[in-house]
């Protein structure tokens, strides 16, 4: 009975220390958090920076990546283009149609021309600006390489042309407006804009620094050139009866060779050129993945030194605080409550951090993705949201990053012991030590210390002060001995049988 009374007044007392132990951490924290705000604000402010930087980079090129395939595929781009050196009739265009579509594996075709033509100002010289024009029969169906019509109709009239959106903005011109260019035969010709068409296929006018226009085969003899194409655009499917476009270009090309040897034998037509492009991507998405890869490297790099210095700072910190960790562990605080108090300020810190720093990080995600998409890629964004896993990789980054670098130096810190952490003094003993050479030079009397080499005075001022305090503490401790040593003999002392000494009263 007694044993269980001890035992229960044991655990009960054990309670109530350890609870009276974590009253104390948790005052010490707030203690901390006062009294080191300035060091714990500047670790927040660059775990944010760094985190909206990383955060917004990540949500631009989450939000970029599906929007560039779907507005480039919507235009159901040509899986490749034989360009043809013999110029097609109109009478002949259905007979190459219909050749093409014979051909195993192909899904759809269609003949086009592509020419450009040099615009002249309004005092009738050339302009530095040419005007790339896409030709295309008045009856194309608009079921390969299409554009949306967004302002008037397809076909344009004999005297018109449709002018692509960001091109209009490009050239300052309005719909209504009319467009002086040079002929094939160099006379002037007015066309008149009737409407406006948005191609997500081709890149902003300002970027390629020239126009784009659209035309049927019409208003081709206006420009001194008969109506005539010879680029045939077709669709390839991985087996013959498919009707989705391929992903693979392998099948695409010997696909497309194939239709070319045929119509050279069967309709005795010249190949000039056979064009393959990656299926499924746009022409500039190469350059655009490569250039959002290279700044989330940056922000990748940014958050890491972010964490790297947090986890400087909290060394610091801990640094200084080690004696009062010791005082901890001297009254009942053990190493994982040490550790639990400095893990739950790094967590307070990388979690306001990581608050600051989300809605910043999504809102300029969204705008730099708009416009990148608008400006750089001319596209129409169809949403702007990001997935959800690119919101649980920023939360994870801002709080768990900071953490696992700081915690290599908590650990340390919160597993020293009381004796180790009494007796730390901020630097090692070697420190302290002076050096042979230090020691040897500080004993010569007379040298001129302009002469030694730099830094070593320093050292002699370390060394020849560490001896006086040496010498200092010497002597205080004899005549501490003497001081003891007259008391005891004025008092008398008495000699213990087993040797030992003792004070008379």
Aim: glycine share 8%; with cysteine.
């Amino acid at each position: 009975m007694h044993c269980r009374r001890c035992t229960k007044r044991s655990a009960s007392s054990s309670v109530r220390g350890g609870t009276a132990v974590t009253r104390l951490l948790f005052i010490k924290l707030l203690k901390d958090l006062r009294t080191t705000w300035t060091r714990i604000l500047l670790m927040v402010v660059a775990i944010s920076i760094s985190l909206v930087a990383f955060g917004t980079v990540l949500y631009t090129r989450s939000i970029i990546d599906p929007q560039i395939s779907n507005g480039y595929t919507s235009t159901q781009p040509a899986s490749a283009r034989i360009v043809l050196s013999e110029e097609v009739e109109q009478e002949q265009v259905d007979t190459i149609r219909s050749a093409a579509l014979a051909e195993p594996g192909i899904i759809d075709a269609t003949l086009r021309a592509v020419s450009t033509f040099q615009m002249q100002t309004q005092d009738g010289r050339l302009s530095a600006i040419p005007l790339q024009i896409f030709i295309a029969a008045p009856n194309d169906p608009m079921r390969i390489a299409r554009f949306p019509v967004e302002q008037g109709s397809w076909p344009p009239p004999p005297n018109g042309v449709l002018i692509e959106r960001e091109a209009l903005r490009f050239l300052n011109l309005k719909v209504g407006d009319s467009l002086v260019i040079a002929g094939l035969d160099g006379r002037p010709v007015s066309l008149r804009i009737t409407g406006v068409v948005h191609d997500p296929s081709l890149a902003p006018a300002y970027e390629e620094q020239k126009g784009y226009g659209y035309i049927s085969t019409a208003t081709l003899p206006l420009l001194g050139k008969p109506p005539v194409l010879d680029e045939l655009a077709i669709t390839v499917a991985d087996q013959p009866g498919g009707t989705v476009p391929s992903h693979n270009r392998e099948v695409i090309v010997q696909t497309v060779l194939r239709l070319a040897n045929r119509l050279k034998q069967t309709h005795h037509l010249s190949i000039e050129q056979i064009q393959v492009p990656p299926p499924y991507q746009h022409p500039h998405q190469g350059q655009m993945n490569m250039l959002l890869l290279a700044l989330l490297a940056f922000g990748v790099l940014s958050l890491l030194l972010s964490a790297i210095l947090v986890a400087t700072m909290l060394n610091g910190l801990l640094t200084r605080q080690i004696p009062q960790i010791g005082i901890l562990k001297a009254i009942g605080a053990r190493s994982r409550q040490t550790l639990q108090l400095y893990l739950f300020m790094t967590l307070l810190v990388t979690a306001v951090a990581t608050a600051l720093a989300f809605l910043p990080g999504i809102i300029l995600g969204r705008g730099w993705a708009q416009v990148m998409l608008v400006n750089m890629l001319n596209m129409d964004p169809t949403s702007l949201a990001a997935p959800w896993w690119t919101y649980a990789l920023v939360i994870t980054a801002g709080v768990g990053l900071p953490l696992v670098m700081a915690l290599v130096p908590l650990m340390r810190a919160s597993r020293r012991t009381v004796r180790e952490t009494l007796d730390d003094r901020g630097m090692g003993q070697k420190v302290l030590r002076a050096k042979g050479l230090d020691t040897w030079l500080s004993r010569l009397r007379g040298l001129d210390r302009k002469w030694l080499p730099p830094g070593a005075a320093q050292h002699l001022s370390a060394s020849s002060a560490l001896r006086a305090r040496s010498w200092i503490a010497g002597a205080g401790r004899g005549h501490f001995h003497q001081r003891t040593e007259h008391i005891s003999g004025h008092r008398g002392d008495t000699r213990h049988p087993r040797g030992r000494t003792t004070m008379g009263r």
